[in-house]
Nanobody, 120 residues
Framework: QVQLVESGGDLVQTGGSLRLSCTASGRIFGINLMRWYRQAPGKQRELVAAITSRGSTNYADSVKDRFTISRDNAKNTVYLLMNSLKPEDTAVYYC??????????????WGQGTQVTVSS
Protein backbone atom coordinates (compact mmCIF):
# COMPACT_ATOMS: atom_id res chain seq x y z
CA GLN A 1 0.00 0.00 0.00
CA VAL A 2 1.24 3.48 -0.90
CA GLN A 3 0.43 6.65 1.00
CA LEU A 4 1.05 10.29 0.12
CA VAL A 5 1.31 12.76 2.97
CA GLU A 6 1.27 16.48 2.31
CA SER A 7 2.33 19.38 4.49
CA GLY A 8 3.03 23.09 4.32
CA GLY A 9 -0.36 24.66 3.79
CA ASP A 10 -1.03 27.80 5.80
CA LEU A 11 -2.60 31.24 5.91
CA VAL A 12 -0.37 33.92 4.37
CA GLN A 13 -0.73 37.50 3.22
CA THR A 14 -0.68 38.59 -0.39
CA GLY A 15 2.87 38.58 -1.68
CA GLY A 16 3.99 35.93 0.77
CA SER A 17 5.56 32.56 0.16
CA LEU A 18 4.90 28.96 1.10
CA ARG A 19 6.55 25.64 0.37
CA LEU A 20 4.38 22.54 0.12
CA SER A 21 5.81 19.05 0.51
CA CYS A 22 4.41 15.66 -0.37
CA THR A 23 6.12 12.40 0.55
CA ALA A 24 5.22 8.95 -0.68
CA SER A 25 5.75 5.86 1.45
CA GLY A 26 5.07 2.17 1.08
CA ARG A 27 5.82 -0.26 -1.73
CA ILE A 28 7.57 1.95 -4.31
CA PHE A 29 9.81 0.76 -7.14
CA GLY A 30 9.84 4.05 -8.99
CA ILE A 31 7.91 7.28 -9.32
CA ASN A 32 7.32 8.58 -12.81
CA LEU A 33 5.28 11.74 -12.80
CA MET A 34 4.71 14.02 -9.81
CA ARG A 35 2.05 16.73 -9.96
CA TRP A 36 0.36 19.38 -7.88
CA TYR A 37 -3.30 20.18 -8.38
CA ARG A 38 -5.53 22.68 -6.61
CA GLN A 39 -9.23 23.11 -6.09
CA ALA A 40 -10.84 26.36 -5.02
CA PRO A 41 -14.38 26.45 -3.58
CA GLY A 42 -16.95 26.04 -6.33
CA LYS A 43 -14.33 25.35 -8.99
CA GLN A 44 -12.96 22.29 -10.71
CA ARG A 45 -9.65 20.79 -9.71
CA GLU A 46 -6.89 22.18 -11.91
CA LEU A 47 -3.32 21.15 -12.65
CA VAL A 48 -0.81 23.59 -11.19
CA ALA A 49 2.57 22.04 -11.95
CA ALA A 50 4.16 18.77 -13.00
CA ILE A 51 7.64 17.26 -12.99
CA THR A 52 8.82 14.13 -14.74
CA SER A 53 11.32 11.60 -13.45
CA ARG A 54 13.97 13.33 -15.56
CA GLY A 55 13.18 16.73 -14.08
CA SER A 56 11.21 18.29 -16.91
CA THR A 57 8.62 20.71 -15.58
CA ASN A 58 5.35 22.20 -16.72
CA TYR A 59 3.24 24.95 -15.15
CA ALA A 60 -0.21 26.43 -15.45
CA ASP A 61 -0.05 29.88 -17.02
CA SER A 62 -1.50 31.41 -13.86
CA VAL A 63 1.48 30.34 -11.74
CA LYS A 64 4.39 30.59 -14.19
CA ASP A 65 7.32 32.60 -12.84
CA ARG A 66 5.85 32.45 -9.32
CA PHE A 67 5.75 28.74 -8.46
CA THR A 68 8.56 26.19 -8.69
CA ILE A 69 8.08 22.43 -8.58
CA SER A 70 10.98 20.19 -7.61
CA ARG A 71 11.55 16.63 -6.46
CA ASP A 72 13.90 14.61 -4.31
CA ASN A 73 13.90 11.09 -5.68
CA ALA A 74 15.87 9.69 -2.76
CA LYS A 75 13.12 10.88 -0.41
CA ASN A 76 10.15 10.14 -2.73
CA THR A 77 9.16 13.75 -2.19
CA VAL A 78 7.82 16.53 -4.37
CA TYR A 79 7.86 20.19 -3.41
CA LEU A 80 5.99 23.25 -4.56
CA LEU A 81 7.59 26.59 -3.75
CA MET A 82 5.01 29.33 -4.10
CA ASN A 83 6.15 32.95 -4.24
CA SER A 84 4.25 36.20 -4.75
CA LEU A 85 1.06 34.56 -3.59
CA LYS A 86 -2.26 36.11 -4.58
CA PRO A 87 -5.75 35.72 -3.11
CA GLU A 88 -6.73 33.76 -6.22
CA ASP A 89 -4.17 31.10 -5.24
CA THR A 90 -6.39 30.21 -2.28
CA ALA A 91 -7.37 26.56 -2.63
CA VAL A 92 -6.82 23.06 -1.34
CA TYR A 93 -3.63 21.76 -2.93
CA TYR A 94 -3.30 18.07 -3.76
CA CYS A 95 -0.24 16.14 -4.78
CA UNK A 96 -0.51 13.33 -7.28
CA UNK A 97 2.04 10.70 -8.24
CA UNK A 98 2.25 7.94 -10.81
CA UNK A 99 3.99 5.18 -8.88
CA UNK A 100 5.34 1.84 -10.01
CA UNK A 101 5.18 -0.63 -7.13
CA UNK A 102 7.20 -3.18 -9.07
CA UNK A 103 4.59 -4.90 -11.21
CA UNK A 104 5.31 -3.25 -14.58
CA UNK A 105 2.65 -0.54 -14.51
CA UNK A 106 2.06 2.81 -12.84
CA UNK A 107 -0.72 3.50 -10.38
CA UNK A 108 -2.28 6.87 -9.64
CA UNK A 109 -2.10 8.08 -6.02
CA TRP A 110 -3.37 11.25 -4.35
CA GLY A 111 -2.52 13.09 -1.19
CA GLN A 112 -5.16 14.18 1.30
CA GLY A 113 -4.90 17.86 0.42
CA THR A 114 -3.49 20.86 2.25
CA GLN A 115 -5.22 24.21 2.58
CA VAL A 116 -3.53 27.35 1.29
CA THR A 117 -5.26 30.62 2.11
CA VAL A 118 -3.97 33.96 0.87
CA SER A 119 -5.43 37.01 2.54
CA SER A 120 -5.74 40.33 0.76
Amino acid sequence: QVQLVESGGDLVQTGGSLRLSCTASGRIFGINLMRWYRQAPGKQRELVAAITSRGSTNYADSVKDRFTISRDNAKNTVYLLMNSLKPEDTAVYYCNMLINPGDYRDYDYWGQGTQVTVSS
